[in-house]
T-cell receptor
Framework: KAGVTQTPRYLIKTRGQQVTLSCSPISGHRSVSWYQQTPGQGLQFLFEYFSETQRNKGNFPGRFSGRQFSNSRSEMNVSTLELGDSALYLC????????????FGDGTRLSIL | AQTVTQSQPEMSVQEAETVTLSCTYDTSESNYYLFWYKQPPSRQMILVIRQEAYKQQNATENRFSVNFQKAAKSFSLKISDSQLGDTAMYFCALNTGANSKLTFGKGITLSVRP
């Protein structure tokens, strides 16, 4: 069974641009969560999607948004990029909302110039 | 609110020896899950071991075991017979079950010396 797939693996953007990251969960998993990992703040929860609905949201500004499609694939969008958005963005999937354990992808490394 | 604290930023151990990584947490929930995740330089977060709070027996997975002290809110990871491949960052994480949100500690960098 294929694991969680995140694309792209690396991304370089400039301030003010927007970016979309993609996450395909493990087959049969319906919940997708997103995390931001930085050296200073560590791993922080962004949001969780289940059945195409955002179920839970972390403490991030409205520039961070996401969505989930009917096949459970999820996208995360960040608008008006700031230097502080440079981070590793990790996606995790589980069978259902609140399901444990979660399985993580390899992440997307986003660098803002 | 949940918190997870890993006070040791880094540790080093000789190959084949045993090492213990510390973690304390705080939550007002009575039912929750605790995890140790490993993140090697390849970046993927790999589940090492998990513990359900209602289970009194400490979880074990091959060379990995935990010491779960519920009253003290302590959850340490013991790695026996350390191997070079154990070199990684280790994160302690807490989930209270209502949703998928994991609250992570800051992590500890473990180096295994040959």
């Amino acid at each position: 069974k294929a694991g969680v797939t995140q694309t792209p693996r690396y991304l370089i953007k400039t301030r003010g641009q927007q970016v979309t990251l993609s996450c395909s969960p493990i087959s049969g998993h319906r919940s997708v969560s997103w995390y931001q990992q930085t050296p200073g703040q560590g791993l922080q929860f962004l949001f969780e999607y289940f059945s195409e609905t955002q179920r839970n949201k972390g403490n991030f500004p409205g520039r961070f948004s996401g969505r989930q499609f009917s096949n459970s694939r999820s996208e995360m969008n960040v608008s008006t990029l700031e230097l502080g958005d440079s981070a590793l963005y990790l996606c995790a999937s589980s069978l259902y909302q609140g399901g444990q354990p979660q399985h993580f992808g390899d992440g997307t490394r986003l660098s803002i110039l | 609110a949940q918190t997870v604290t890993q006070s040791q930023p880094e540790m080093s151990v000789q190959e084949a020896e045993t090492v213990t990584l510390s973690c304390t947490y705080d939550t007002s929930e009575s039912n929750y899950y605790l995890f140790w995740y490993k993140q090697p330089p390849s970046r993927q977060m790999i589940l090492v071991i998990r513990q359900e709070a209602y289970k009194q027996q400490n979880a074990t997975e091959n060379r990995f075991s935990v010491n779960f002290q519920k009253a003290a809110k302590s959850f340490s990871l013991k790695i026996s017979d350390s191997q070079l491949g154990d070199t990684a960052m280790y994160f302690c994480a807490l989930n209270t079950g209502a949703n998928s949100k994991l609250t992570f500690g800051k992590g500890i960098t473990l180096s295994v010396r040959p």
